[in-house]
């Protein structure tokens, strides 16, 4: 409804699993481009829980960026498809069931058109304090305390965020860390980019670090009133003005 009502269409993509209906949702924004980027983010949460990180911060996300980009359709370089998708937490995680694998394999045909993917993962909780942890080896590298935004690339995406970081760096509200590694490395794979790199499409993952970070996640805690609301609108910022740059610049 928020999408119609920013005048950007949406379908569904609808799929079988086990028997029961499953759908992403679509939406373009057409800026009369022949390439597009691509920024998505999963609808569902596990289990029964409110699954305010995760992930209904990603999907706000989403929609803000859609919100803005669509008051800025003229000066936009490429089209942009905003995907909600389903079936990413568990049991469907790492199947080919996800909505993310349903998605990337419905246009391998269209790869050489698409510019990037942006996926917007767990994007509300920030802690100033050192509550910080990381994947074996990490954490030498990386602050120890919860208070920035990862993006998190492929060798394939290294210049979305490069040039992700690069805009949060100019806006400088919010510190920005890069992880650019292979998809075997531990903690790079937890989210819907890790489909798109399966299809050799570049895609990166925008994330407050997930369960390494917010000890909320997959519980009945994880509720609104623990995110940052000011910092996620400093990530989308960021976002919406690496969008807004020309390949030149």
Known sequence: EQMRLFGIPCQYQ????????????VCTLTAGHADKVIVGAHYDVFGETQGADDNASG???VIETARILSQLKSQLAHN????????????????EQMGSFVHAKSIQAQKNQIRGVYILE?????????????PTGLKWVYPQHGNFIAAVSNLQSYDMSAKYCESMRILDRLECQRLVAPSFI?????SDHLNYWKFDIPAMMITDTGHFRNKHNHSATDTL?????????NVINGLTYSLMLQPDE
Do not use: H, W
């Open 80 to 95: 942009v498809e905003f995907v909600f998708y389903t079936l990413q937490e568990p049991p469907f995680f790492k199947t």
């Open 225 to 233: 009133k623990t995110l940052n609301i000011s910092k996620m609108a």
């Open 14 to 25: 609808n799929y079988m699993v086990n028997g029961l209906g499953y759908r992403n949702v």
């Open 186 to 190: 531990a903690g790079m794979e937890f």
């Open 59 to 61: 999907v706000a996300g």
């Open 122 to 134: 767990m994007i509300g909780f920030f802690d100033e304090n050192l509550v910080q942890q990381y």
